[in-house]
């Protein structure tokens, strides 16, 4: 069975400090990964895809990058937090692009003081 | 302008109850639907996905497309407690590379 995996849990920062959020899929080999951000109570906004290792595909600017070193992990960053980064992430992932399900992690909590 | 618009906001229906949540999207490029479940302090789960106009049922969840006026709903029958969560309706085009989300509705299910 797959399992997906974000750390850490919950993470409180200074404006202007770095970040990294990582996020690791077991049990399926080449999977798409996907970033997203969600405000407290309000909806999901894709960040960033990635269909393979090294390759990142960006959907909105917001300050923040992501990475795909290995297979089965993928980072999201950024070397200055801003206040309106404070928000949820999800990792999630699929089999394809297109018509598959999109399957996300537990998510990591940020606050940004 | 939000491509996928969900109503209501929100919705109470008392338990054993039906809830019907209704999504409409704004882009005709859009052929594939979901509808995930959110609980508070966890990542969103996918309740089902539906392609083909119609209806799709999943035990005592029932989604209709009707891919002409770009409406997607889901109905929940016989609704419990923990059917309580905020309910994203999401959809993508064939390229399949963005998937959009609505800005939920909140389901409260009471006794």
Redesign the interface.
């Given at each position: 069975a797959q399992t997906i995996h974000q750390w850490p849990v919950a993470e409180i920062k200074a404006v202007g400090s770095p970040l990294s959020l990582g996020c690791t899929i077991k049990g399926k080999s080449s999977p798409n990964l996907?970033w997203y951000w969600q405000a407290t109570?309000?909806?999901?906004?894709?960040l960033f895809?990635s269909i393979t290792v090294g390759q990142v595909?960006s959907?909105v600017q917001l300050n923040l990058s992501a990475s795909r070193p290995k297979d089965d992990q993928f980072i999201l960053s950024t070397e200055k937090l801003l206040l309106s980064h404070s928000g949820f992430y999800?990792c999630?992932w699929s089999l394809?692009?297109?018509?598959?399900?999109?399957?996300?992690?537990?998510?990591t909590?940020l606050l940004v003081l | 302008q939000q491509k996928v618009q969900q109503s209501p906001e929100s919705l109470s229906v008392p338990e054993g109850g039906m809830a019907s949540l209704n999504c409409t999207s704004s882009d005709r490029n859009f052929?594939?639907f979901?509808w995930?479940r959110q609980h508070s302090?966890?990542?969103?789960?996918?309740l089902m996905?539906i392609?083909s106009d119609g209806d799709k049922k999943e035990g005592r969840f029932t989604a209709h497309l009707n891919k002409a006026s770009l409406h997607v709903s889901l109905h929940i029958r016989d609704s419990q407690p923990s059917d309580s969560a905020?309910y994203?309706c999401?959809a993508?085009a064939?390229?399949?590379?963005?998937?959009?989300?609505?800005?939920?509705t909140i389901l409260k299910v009471y006794l």
């Open positions: 996907y109570g309000g909806t999901l906004q894709q895809y595909e959907v999800l999630a394809h692009l297109g018509q598959d399900t999109q399957y996300f992690g537990p998510g909590r | 052929q594939y979901w995930y302090g966890e990542g969103p789960k996918a996905s392609f905020l994203f999401a993508s064939s390229s399949g590379q963005k998937l959009v989300f609505g800005q939920g």
